[in-house]
């Protein structure tokens, strides 16, 4: 059974920053792609990860490229969200999610779709206060 639990969030000014954590057990995680998503308040989950991160690398979406960096540890079996310059706009449930699936046309390519990862973490609050 693979197990997600997201750590690190907290409160924080506009323009600080935070390292969020992804502890996992029942997968590898050099074995699977690992996806960060996020949800506002009153908002539905945002549908594409903002940052992921398989064998084949990282990819961020637009509004975390230059920002946000994803990294992950083999050792720990942990994957991290370093944020930079956070937004009021990114107050949101955190969330990690892993699935062993790829895409693409060499099959090495992490999905970008919430629907595609299987397993879930509970979710950590970053609050950004303005």
């Known amino acids: 059974q693979v197990r997600l639990v997201e750590s690190g969030g907290e409160s924080v000014q506009a323009g600080g920053s935070l390292r969020l954590s992804c502890t996992i057990s029942?997968?590898?995680?050099?074995?699977?792609?690992i996806g960060w998503f996020r949800q506002a308040p009153g908002k539905e989950r945002e549908e594409f990860a903002i940052a992921m991160i398989g064998n084949d690398g990282t990819d961020y979406a637009d509004s975390a490229k230059d920002r946000f960096t994803v990294s992950r540890d083999l050792a720990r079996n942990a994957v991290y969200l370093q944020m930079n310059s956070l937004k009021a706009d990114e107050t949101a449930v955190y969330s990690c999610?892993?699935?062993?699936?790829?895409?693409?046309?060499?099959?090495?390519?992490?999905?970008?779709?919430?629907?595609?990862?299987?397993?879930w973490g509970q979710g950590t609050q970053v609050t950004v206060s303005s």
């Open positions: 029942g997968i590898r995680v050099d074995n699977a792609c």
């Open positions: 999610a892993a699935d062993s699936r790829r895409t693409g046309s060499d099959g090495t390519s992490c999905y970008r779709r919430d629907f595609m990862y299987s397993s």
